[in-house]
């Protein structure tokens, strides 16, 4: 996403919601030089670093605003509300596996592990009931 972004390095998120699907609002918004986006993810659940993941959220959609504006005579999005990242069921488990290979510590591979089973388990269809 580096390319698309006006910030120079990734952050660290501590929060990463999962989802199934997302729909483009085709509207957007011209404001001073700068175009927002709105964006509606339907969620899977919701990943944090210290309590793991959660499907509480299942189902649920929710609205992420894009801002973008020009930086460096290039369009860049530069500021994402709420700001922490929405990734496909796919990413989420990749990077959850990537995480669980890397450590050691026994606590935290069973974190990841319930984070696995929970994921395998949900259906990322969209037209799923």
């Known amino acids: ?16 919601a999962v989802t199934s699907r997302f729909d483009v609002d085709p509207a957007q918004i011209a404001e001073r030089g700068k175009y927002t986006v709105n964006v509606r993810y339907r969620l899977l659940g919701t990943y944090n670093l210290v309590e793991g993941y959660s499907d509480e959220s299942l ?36 990077w959850i596996n990537e995480k669980m290979a890397a450590t050691p510590d026994a606590a935290s ?12 388990k949900q259906n990322a269809s969209p037209f799923a009931k």
């Open 59 to 94: 189902g649920r959609a929710e609205s992420v605003t894009f801002t973008v504006g020009e930086v460096n005579s290039e369009w860049r999005i530069t500021e994402v509300q709420p700001g922490h990242p929405h990734v496909s069921k796919a990413a989420a488990l990749q």
């Open 109 to 120: 591979k069973t974190i990841y592990q319930h984070a696995i089973d929970i994921l395998q």
């Open 1 to 16: 996403m580096q390319p698309a972004v006006a910030w120079k390095s990734n952050p660290d998120f501590a929060v990463f």
